[in-house]
């Protein structure tokens, strides 16, 4: 499948393959290792591939005896692989490199060696565990990899125009036409109730059926649990507990994420590891409240006060309707023709925090719940910063809507309240584009152009 990620691996290889080993951090089964090797048999005259999943003991001795003396230790991978290595024109993967530290460690000599390139994958690189006993290399160069967005999903449909057409009218801040409008909100429910998964979006191409697609993300969130009891140490209780809890915190109205619906009188400080593990391992994205929407957003970061979403939308489907151990095909019907109301307010707006984390944008909301002054009291979905910061007018709050009758009060207090510090207040719906008021309301569809 067509990955955007791909471009970036491209861009390393031209300018930084000889001075840094690219590491891409992910999720668990969101195509890391399948577009690496993609990458390496497409863009390489050999590769080798190490899997620390499945290695063997005299390949992880090679990293305890022989980064002293390269020459050999080369030739013994050469050799062990039954593949010949090419200087600047092979490339050395390290998969699931969490797994075997010292590997990573390794990348210092590596690079400065200079032979080869060298590219790592990894789940949860930055859990204790897997940092303990090594000096991370500073001549790693971080990627992360999301699951597929919208445009992404739309190539692996075989339609290659629609995001270019969105793309414009954006731009140029014109309606798509109800024809067009119609047609991408219907491709972008599908993604919403598929989500980006790699095998599950491969599946509906298939198939265009939503109960096998159901089993393979099931399969996902089987895995992430098992992931949860094995690394998540000692607490691996305390996160399965918030993992199993997201979908219900996020049905509430202000979708605040209470601790005291884990514990009675739990405490932030008890949960703050197991939240952590969730957004490291990139099952959860956290968005954060923040005090003052200023220049600043992460300055004013209220780390006591959060939202928690799933990473990946198609899979909070299947955890939040696990009635009868399968999302029934009534209910990918309702949502494919917007005919669901529990519960879709809850979709909606999982499927914005994880394009606007797509697109480069931390997590940020803004909340008041002042009760003696009525001008104060007011919640936004989300803030984002401009990327090109002045004195004035940074902030864009963004208000999310999933259905068609809505009120704007918070955001027409915050205008007034942060007049000086708001830039473009933003309502993403199921409507067309249009600007009114000083408002400008876009389709769901292009939050991802933010």
């Given at each position: 499948?067509?990955?955007?990620?791909?471009?970036?691996?491209?861009?390393?290889?031209?300018?930084?393959?000889?001075?840094?080993?690219?590491?891409?951090?992910?999720?668990?089964?969101?195509?890391?290792?399948?577009?690496?090797?993609?990458?390496a048999?497409?863009?390489?005259?050999?590769?080798?591939?190490?899997d620390?999943?499945?290695?063997?003991?005299?390949?992880?001795?090679?990293?305890?005896?022989?980064?002293?003396?390269?020459?050999?230790?080369?030739?013994?991978?050469?050799g062990?692989?039954?593949?010949?290595?090419?200087?600047?024109?092979?490339?050395?993967?390290?998969?699931?490199?969490?797994?075997?530290?010292?590997?990573?460690?390794?990348?210092?000599?590596?690079?400065?060696?200079?032979r080869?390139?060298?590219?790592?994958?990894?789940?949860?690189?930055?859990?204790?565990?897997?940092?303990?006993d090594?000096?991370?290399?500073?001549?790693?160069?971080?990627?992360?990899?999301?699951?597929?967005?919208?445009e992404?999903?739309?190539w692996?449909?075989?339609?290659?125009?629609?995001?270019?057409?969105?793309?414009?009218?954006?731009?140029?801040?014109?309606?798509?036409?109800?024809?067009?409008?119609?047609?991408?909100?219907?491709?972008?429910?599908?993604?919403?109730?598929?989500?980006?998964?790699p095998?599950?979006?491969?599946?509906?191409?298939?198939?265009r059926?939503?109960?096998?697609?159901?089993?393979?993300?099931?399969?996902?969130?089987s895995?992430?649990?098992?992931?949860?009891?094995?690394?998540?140490?000692?607490?691996?209780?305390?996160?399965?507990?918030?993992?199993?809890?997201?979908?219900?915190?996020?049905?509430?109205?202000?979708?605040k994420?209470?601790?005291?619906?884990?514990?009675?009188?739990a405490?932030?400080r008890?949960?703050?590891?197991?939240?952590?593990?969730?957004?490291?391992?990139?099952?959860?994205?956290?968005?954060?409240?923040?005090?003052?929407?200023?220049?600043?957003?992460?300055?004013?970061?209220?780390?006591?006060t959060?939202?928690?979403y799933m990473?990946?939308?198609?899979?909070?489907i299947?955890?939040?309707?696990?009635?009868?151990?399968?999302?029934?095909?009534?209910?990918?019907?309702?949502?494919?023709?917007?005919?669901?109301?529990?519960?879709?307010?809850?979709?909606?707006?999982?499927?914005?925090?994880?394009?606007?984390?797509?697109?480069?944008?931390?997590?940020?909301?803004?909340?008041?719940?002042?009760?003696?002054?009525?001008?104060?009291?007011?919640?936004?979905?989300?803030?984002?910063?401009?990327?090109?910061?002045?004195?004035?007018?940074?902030?864009?709050?963004?208000?999310?809507?999933?259905?068609?009758?809505?009120?704007?009060?918070?955001?027409?207090k915050?205008?007034?309240?942060?007049a000086?510090?708001?830039?473009t207040?933003y309502?993403?719906?199921?409507?067309?584009?249009?600007?009114?008021?000083?408002i400008?309301?876009?389709?769901?569809?292009?939050?991802c152009?933010?």
């Amino acid at each position: 499948m067509k990955r955007k990620i791909y471009t970036e691996l491209l861009n390393w290889k031209k300018k930084g393959a000889g001075k840094t080993a690219l590491l891409i951090d992910g999720a668990r089964r969101v195509g890391k290792s399948y577009i690496v090797e993609n990458f390496a048999k497409k863009e390489y005259k050999t590769y080798i591939l190490l899997d620390f999943n499945r290695i063997d003991k005299e390949v992880t001795d090679l990293f305890l005896h022989y980064l002293n003396d390269l020459d050999t230790f080369f030739m013994y991978l050469s050799g062990y692989y039954n593949v010949k290595l090419y200087e600047q024109e092979s490339l050395i993967i390290f998969d699931e490199v969490q797994l075997f530290p010292k590997a990573r460690a390794a990348v210092k000599y590596l690079v400065a060696d200079g032979r080869y390139h060298y590219i790592e994958t990894g789940s949860l690189m930055s859990i204790k565990k897997n940092v303990q006993d090594i000096v991370i290399p500073s001549e790693e160069r971080h990627m992360k990899m999301n699951p597929m967005d919208f445009e992404e999903f739309l190539w692996a449909m075989g339609n290659d125009t629609l995001m270019e057409m969105i793309r414009q009218c954006f731009d140029g801040k014109k309606p798509m036409g109800q024809a067009v409008h119609r047609k991408a909100m219907t491709l972008f429910r599908q993604y919403m109730i598929v989500g980006g998964m790699p095998q599950a979006v491969q599946e509906y191409t298939l198939t265009r059926d939503f109960d096998e697609v159901d089993k393979i993300k099931r399969d996902i969130l089987s895995l992430y649990r098992a992931d949860i009891i094995k690394y998540a140490e000692s607490y691996a209780l305390k996160a399965e507990s918030i993992f199993d809890e997201i979908p219900a915190q996020l049905q509430k109205h202000e979708k605040k994420f209470r601790l005291s619906s884990l514990k009675k009188e739990a405490r932030f400080r008890e949960y703050e590891d197991a939240l952590f593990w969730l957004e490291d391992s990139m099952i959860a994205n956290i968005c954060y409240n923040s005090t003052e929407p200023g220049i600043g957003l992460k300055l004013n970061r209220d780390r006591l006060t959060l939202k928690c979403y799933m990473a990946d939308t198609g899979l909070l489907i299947s955890h939040a309707f696990d009635e009868n151990g399968i999302v029934s095909e009534e209910i990918y019907r309702k949502l494919l023709f917007d005919k669901l109301e529990v519960n879709k307010g809850m979709i909606v707006e999982n499927i914005v925090a994880q394009m606007l984390t797509a697109a480069g944008h931390k997590l940020y909301f803004y909340s008041n719940p002042s009760r003696n002054d009525s001008t104060s009291r007011m919640k936004i979905d989300f803030l984002i910063a401009k990327s090109k910061i002045s004195s004035r007018h940074n902030i864009s709050p963004i208000e999310v809507k999933s259905g068609k009758n809505y009120t704007l009060s918070s955001l027409r207090k915050f205008m007034v309240k942060f007049a000086q510090q708001t830039n473009t207040p933003y309502v993403l719906h199921t409507g067309d584009l249009r600007e009114e008021n000083g408002i400008v309301y876009l389709p769901l569809y292009m939050t991802c152009l933010l």
